[in-house]
């Protein structure tokens, strides 16, 4: 199935520009992108949905990030600032097909508008109601619901993927590891941000359905043997690790706690800062010094990868 530019008005679309294979969700159907909508056969849908098996994640989490996580956290601006530098400096591709897996609100979306204009941007999550909210925010980008472990899309076909503290989500992150290779074309580049520290797993991971948190040395070495070249390893938040770090000896010792107190306390350590000044300007000096250095600890493992 074809992808391609149906109207005038569908030129404005990154996807339109570029000719692009997606399978169809429905066996002899055709799927084409008309610059706001997709038709199969003679349907139309705003999101392409294939079958999702996540319990990794779920709509009421989905919520709670929405509720405390939002666009000018500091945290959140921080990660989707180091994903777009990382996209900027190892990208070479004049105009890059990217994919935003969890892209749920579309704020890193909405960032690599801005900075990577020329680019053909794809969002997709595993789940259909932030996909809807984000359909109508902006009209002319393609969508799709699926899990990354099953991924739809064909070999070869993407020149960038972003995940941003999804792996850890995923029972099998090999196997989406294995997937987010196989879709990219040679060359092209992952970007992949998750929690770091397993001796700090705790009931905030716990309440956010985390199966895991990562040595980053583990994480480099995953994504080695799914056949990437690492071309950058470092953390995030690395200024403020160790009040990151008692904060997480504290919750350990919540866990004999009631769970309306756990998630009472989680809730409230999730906004408590978001929005600091003084946090925004750490971050943004850690991501400065960053460019030259890999820091050793922090509260995020990040990685670049190239397949080769």
Not at 290 to 299: A, E, F, L, T
Request: net charge neutral.
């Amino acid at each position: 199935m074809l992808l391609k530019p149906l109207s005038t008005a569908a030129a404005t679309v990154g996807a339109s520009r570029t000719q692009m294979r997606f399978p169809s969700p429905r066996d002899g159907s055709s799927v084409l992108w008309d610059g706001s909508a997709f038709s199969i056969g003679n349907d139309f849908t705003r999101i392409l949905s294939y079958n999702v098996d996540a319990p990794g994640w779920t709509e009421e989490l989905t919520a709670l990030h929405e509720d405390v996580d939002d666009e000018d956290h500091f945290m959140s601006v921080a990660s989707r600032e180091q994903a777009v530098l990382s996209l900027e400096q190892w990208l070479d591709v004049q105009e890059p097909v990217i994919l935003d897996v969890g892209c749920s609100t579309g704020y890193t979306l909405a960032l690599l508008r801005h900075r990577m204009p020329q680019a053909v941007l794809l969002g997709a999550d595993c789940v259909r109601r932030p996909l809807e909210r984000l359909g109508r925010t902006i009209p002319d980008l393609p969508l799709f619901q699926f899990d990354i472990t099953h991924c739809p899309l064909e070999s070869d076909s993407v020149d960038g993927v972003v995940l941003l503290n999804i792996l850890e989500h995923i029972e099998d992150d090999r196997r989406a590891v294995r997937q987010i290779r196989r879709i990219l074309k040679p060359g092209g580049v992952a970007v992949i941000e998750v929690p770091a520290g397993p001796h700090l797993y705790d009931i905030y991971d716990r309440r956010l359905l985390h199966y895991r948190r990562y040595r980053l040395g583990d994480l480099t070495d995953l994504m080695r043997y799914a056949g990437f070249q690492v071309i950058r390893a470092s953390h995030l938040g690395f200024f403020f690790y160790p009040a990151f770090w008692l904060a997480k000896k504290r919750n350990r010792r919540l866990a004999g706690s009631t769970v309306e107190m756990q998630q009472a306390t989680i809730d409230r350590d999730m906004r408590l800062a978001g929005h600091s000044r003084a946090l925004h300007s750490l971050m943004a000096m850690e991501r400065t010094l960053g460019r030259s250095v890999s820091y050793p600890v922090g509260v995020r493992c990040i990685v670049a990868c190239r397949k080769v």
